[in-house]
């Protein structure tokens, strides 16, 4: 393994994360229905989560209050979930160390080893190119 690839945690952990954690900051979630973003988000809302929209184009989604960014949420968030190009991710994860998340899960496709080794070097659990909903399928009952 190269030492600058990250790993992914064991599905136990992953089994753990989707269990245990319920306050989710959804950044780059869209309004738009037709977007993946929005279908994964409903379906954990569905699910018992606490969603929270993170996108500065947008002033409400899913019922909830949009945020411009992670820093403008106002209290604890446990779990940061990623729909962003993997180009666009190392500023949030700045953002997520900055608020003290818990987990920084980034969907399929967005995959980024620096930021995600960044992130689990400031203590920050990192699931990467994993779908939020096809775990929370497997694990969430």
């Given at each position: 393994?190269?030492?600058?690839?990250?790993?992914?945690?064991?599905?136990?952990?992953?089994?753990?994360i989707v269990q245990k954690y319920?306050?989710?900051?959804?950044v780059g979630l869209?309004?738009?229905?037709?977007r993946p973003s929005n279908a994964v988000a409903k379906y954990l809302q569905g699910e018992g989560f606490k969603i929270i929209p993170v996108n500065p184009n947008e002033t409400e989604i899913l019922g909830e209050k949009a945020y411009p960014n992670l820093s403008a949420i106002p209290g604890k968030v446990?779990?940061?979930?990623i729909f962003r190009r993997p180009e666009q991710v190392p500023p949030i994860i700045d953002e997520a160390i900055k608020i003290k998340a818990l987990v920084v899960w980034m969907q399929e496709g967005v995959?980024?080893?620096?930021?995600?080794?960044?992130?689990?070097?400031?203590?920050i659990i990192v699931v990467m190119d994993r779908c939020m909903?096809?775990?929370?399928?497997?694990?969430?009952d």
């Open positions: 393994m190269n030492s600058q690839e990250y790993q992914n945690p064991p599905d136990d952990q992953i089994k753990e319920k306050k989710v900051a959804v869209s309004s738009d229905q037709a446990e779990i940061v979930d995959i980024n080893h620096p930021a995600a080794l960044k992130a689990s070097q400031n203590g909903l096809k775990e929370c399928r497997k694990f969430c």
